[in-house]
């Protein structure tokens, strides 16, 4: 079975301030992990996602297999990161369905 | 373009009462997910289509939901009898092809209430 635990609920650092949230993943197999952030008010949507090993608004994320986690880090966060992250993973299922399993999402507040 | 939309925003029910949530997706988009979310929590996987076929309702959690998509496009939940354990916010997803790298775009969700 997959999983994907997010043990922070609540995280609040200062604007200008380093920032990871946790994201650690349990699958057998090679998983596709991604991050998807809720804006206040706004739709879910995609952040960044592993394969693409790109910096979105200045996020990153690395798959770390050994440790079988995948942090969210920016070096200096902003006001406007403030929203709901969710770490989500993509497993290889029988059958055609490539359904999300979501953690439980952590919710970030950037104080100025 | 549009995004996925999704209606009502907003539900409320009566215990007992039945329920339809409709999604509509982006257009010409061959997946689509629907996903329950509680209360604090991420959301759950419920039910996948490709085109009209419903491949996968294994996250259905009983024989009270029910899920179609009859033309491939707008897809609709059905809740039977609701229940108090029904509140949640329903979340409906589609992409381009439905692989698991691909990237789903996510409706506004309907938030449910069962009174």
């Known amino acids: 079975a997959q999983r994907v635990t997010q043990p922070e609920k609540l995280l609040s650092v200062f604007k200008g301030a380093p920032v990871e949230l946790k994201c650690n993943y349990s699958?057998?197999?090679?998983?596709?992990l991604f991050w998807y952030v809720q804006y206040s008010r706004q739709r879910l949507q995609l952040l960044l996602r592993?394969?693409s090993r790109e910096s979105i608004k200045g996020f990153t994320a690395d798959l770390n297999k050994g440790e079988t986690s995948f942090h969210l880090k920016k070096p200096f966060a902003q006001e406007e990161d403030s929203a709901m992250y969710y770490c989500a993973l993509s497993g290889f299922f029988s059958g055609s369905a490539r359904q999300l399993t979501f953690g439980s999402g952590t919710q970030l507040t950037v104080l100025p | 373009g549009a995004g996925v939309s999704q209606s009502p925003r907003y539900k409320v029910a009566k215990r007992g009462q039945d329920v339809a949530l409709r999604c509509d997706p982006i257009?010409?988009?061959?997946?689509l997910f629907w996903y329950q979310q509680a209360l604090g929590q991420g959301p759950e996987f419920l039910t996948y289509?490709?085109?009209?076929?419903?491949?996968?309702k294994s996250g259905l959690p009983s024989d009270r939901f029910f899920a179609e998509r009859p033309e491939g496009s707008v897809s609709t939940l059905k809740i039977q009898r609701t229940q108090q354990e029904d509140s949640a916010v329903y979340l409906c997803?589609?992409?381009?092809?439905?692989?698991?790298?691909?990237?789903?775009?996510f409706g506004p969700g309907t938030r449910l209430t069962v009174l």
């Open positions: 699958y057998s197999g090679s998983p596709e």
């Open positions: 997803a589609s992409s381009s092809a439905g692989g698991r790298r691909d990237t789903q775009y």
């Open positions: 257009s010409g988009h061959v997946s």
């Open positions: 289509f490709q085109n009209e076929a419903q491949l996968d």
């Open positions: 592993h394969i």
